[in-house]
């Protein structure tokens, strides 16, 4: 019987798919921490349930030799880079083996050729967002990365797969802070004022928004505040209030003021100009979410007879990247402040064929069935969850050619796949996009194509 704290020799066979190194033993499988395939080690029992149980390195015995050696600890105890241990070519091949396996062992697929992954050259320094806690530790105000796990906060200054200016802006919003003698927030006596600091970045615009969510409107000082976080970063276009009273991981509240500035910072992608709010969602890695849309266009196979559904359409990037080379675009997304964003997004770019609706995409899509709307192509790009069975069964209503799907979770995708796959449409190019370099996300392409 393998009991918690037994020291095991065993050598890790696999990945799982968020990037934990997997041994079986006597039946169970063991999930080991930052163990890579091929790897020997003394692992300690850490957990044994049923079937599953956890194990971390006691001693590195054989390390592979796709292990990066550089990386800092830190990094993967907060899982900000979760997969930074294995070098980017490995990365690159373990999403691409991922999406083949659950296509296969969901979906049970294994005719279609699953592409290589696009890759980043410089695979550092994407993200032009970042979403950081603020809380104290060891007596003094901190920003950082919470532990795996955990609401521990690590202190950090280089976030290693952000925007290094926006680390800059980070840091110094953080000295700023403690200049001002502000409260941090703590979560356990539910007091203090700063809970988190957000920050976006323009990739192309160099434009930076800076939002601060804190407990409770009033904050003590803050022209002051502002004003030396814009001399200091002129770049800082944007500043926002997020008040957020909640005891919740959520991490912004229902109301948002503007401090400074203007509402939206603005970007570009593929040649368009995008105003963006705080709220609205936007793809973190402007470089590689740029081949991805080329990737989803350049499938779809569009042309000027094309009447598209854009579901899921956030605010309007991926529609209005294509939009001038079909005959009309119709988008529909949850959340209202980014369909008015998308909105004037069409305008600020002179584009007149769109046509964006508020609204859940489930009802927004039986709305459009039953009005008699007949698209060539159905792109979606759906959040983690996927499609429902009853979006799935309106799409298909509509008989569309072609169906494009975005997907950044292999997974519901390989399980929605299925279900078109019974309706008729046949699953024909798989192409994985690495948008998220050095953590085990993956995002996917993929189309599918009515069956004759
Ligand atoms: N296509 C956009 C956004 C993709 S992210 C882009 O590339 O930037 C997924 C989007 O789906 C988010 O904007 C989210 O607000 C929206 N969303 C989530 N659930 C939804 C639902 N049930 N109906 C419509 N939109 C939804
Ligand atoms: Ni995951």
Not at 4 to 33: C, E, P, Q, T, Y
Not at 104 to 133: C, S, W
Not at 366 to 389: A, N
Request: with cysteine.
């Amino acid at each position: 019987m393998i009991q918690k704290n037994d020291i095991i020799r065993i050598s890790i066979s696999d990945l799982s798919h968020d990037g934990m190194g997997m041994a079986k033993i006597d039946g169970l499988v063991f999930f080991v921490d930052s163990a890579l395939p091929g790897e020997v080690i003394d692992m300690r029992v850490l957990k044994v349930n049923k079937r599953l149980a956890y194990g971390k390195i006691e001693e590195l015995i054989e390390a592979s030799p796709y292990r990066v050696k550089t990386l800092e600890r830190v990094y993967l105890q907060s899982g900000i880079a979760d997969l930074g241990h294995l070098s980017y070519e490995q990365q690159l091949l373990f999403k691409r083996r991922q999406v083949k396996n659950v296509l296969y062992k969901t979906a049970h697929i294994q005719d279609v050729e699953v592409l290589e992954t696009l890759g980043m050259a410089h695979p550092f320094a994407y993200r032009n967002k970042a979403q950081v806690p603020v809380r104290r530790v060891n007596n003094q105000l901190e920003i950082g990365f919470f532990r795996k796990g955990s609401h521990d906060l690590m202190p950090l200054e280089d976030f290693l797969i952000q925007d290094k200016e926006i680390d800059r802006l980070l840091v110094f919003v953080r000295d700023i802070l403690r200049h001002y003698a502000v409260k941090p927030y703590d979560e356990k006596a539910g007091t203090g004022l700063i809970r988190q600091l957000v920050v976006r970045r323009g990739h192309y615009t160099g434009e930076m928004m800076l939002v601060l969510v804190t407990t409770r409107p009033k904050i003590f000082q803050i022209d002051r505040i502002i004003t030396d976080i814009v001399t200091a970063f002129p770049a800082v276009t944007s500043i926002i209030q997020n008040i957020n009273d909640q005891q919740t991981n959520v991490i912004y509240g229902r109301e948002f003021h503007t401090l400074y500035g203007k509402d939206t910072i603005e970007d570009e992608m593929l040649g368009n100009r995008y105003a963006i709010s705080a709220q609205s969602f936007y793809q973190v890695n402007t470089e590689m979410a740029e081949k991805l849309y080329q990737t989803a266009i350049a499938l779809s196979e569009l042309t000027k007879e094309d009447v598209v559904v854009d579901a899921y359409s956030g605010i309007g990037t991926i529609g209005l990247s294509f939009a001038r080379d079909v005959k009309a675009v119709y988008g529909v997304e949850v959340v209202a402040q980014a369909v008015k964003d998308a909105k004037e997004n069409a305008e600020r770019n002179g584009i007149t064929n769109v046509y964006y609706v508020h609204g859940d995409a489930e009802d927004v899509m039986k709305r459009w069935q039953k009005s008699g709307l007949k698209p060539s192509v159905i792109l979606v790009d759906p959040p983690r969850k996927g499609l429902t069975e009853y979006f799935i069964r309106a799409s298909v209503a509509m008989n569309p050619e072609k169906i494009t799907y975005i997907s950044c979770n292999p997974a519901t995708m390989a399980r929605d796949v299925k279900l078109y796959e019974i309706l008729g449409y046949t699953l024909t190019k798989v192409q994985p996009v690495d948008l998220f370099p050095q953590t085990h996300h993956v995002e996917v392409v993929a189309l599918l194509v009515k069956t004759d």
